[in-house]
């Protein structure tokens, strides 16, 4: 039994490094210092990874179009309030797509200037830049909380946070 027990620890380390690399490896290397490859990969795809930009519209009751899809059934929603709901999404996803792009372009940018020697002017600039990306990303976000929200009953939002919140 003791000569085994080394045997079970080695395999067990083994199996855990490669069941670790299998999935670090699907995720795209980023190109940017500042942003970890899951940042890089989440921007890339449009996930929304850096913090919650809808809570605010949450807290207030504007659900996320995307929670009212997954949750359509159980909302009772009709057919065409899917449809607009589902278009909804989709043009948050087309719009995080692009504002990710703009914020890792942004980001190579500030790391080149800082790299090769900048000015303020240029750091004014590329910050702002930043705040822009985000502000627009977020407006989008909120944006389509409000449009989902105009689409929803009172009784299908309280569905969807009871759903949410159970979830």
Request: net charge positive.
């Amino acid at each position: 039994m003791l000569k085994t027990l080394p045997l079970l620890i080695l395999i067990l380390l083994f199996y855990s490094v490669v069941n670790a690399q299998a999935v670090d490896s699907t995720l795209k290397k980023s190109t940017v210092k500042t942003l970890t490859d899951v940042e890089y990969n989440a921007l890339l795809k449009g996930e929304g990874i850096f913090g919650n930009q809808a809570l605010v519209a949450q807290l207030n009751h504007y659900p996320m179009p995307d929670t009212a899809v997954k949750f359509k059934k159980e909302a009772g929603l009709s057919p065409i309030q899917i449809a607009k709901i589902t278009a909804i999404a989709k043009e948050l996803h087309r719009k995080r797509v692009e504002m990710g792009q703009f914020i890792i372009t942004n980001e190579l940018a500030l790391d080149n200037a800082l790299k090769k020697g900048t000015d303020e002017g240029s750091l004014i600039y590329y910050g702002n830049r930043s705040g822009l990306y985000y502000g627009e990303l977020r407006n989008a976000i909120l944006i389509a909380c409000y449009n989902t929200w105009k689409l929803l009953s009172p009784q299908q939002i309280k569905k969807l946070e009871a759903l949410q919140n159970h979830n």
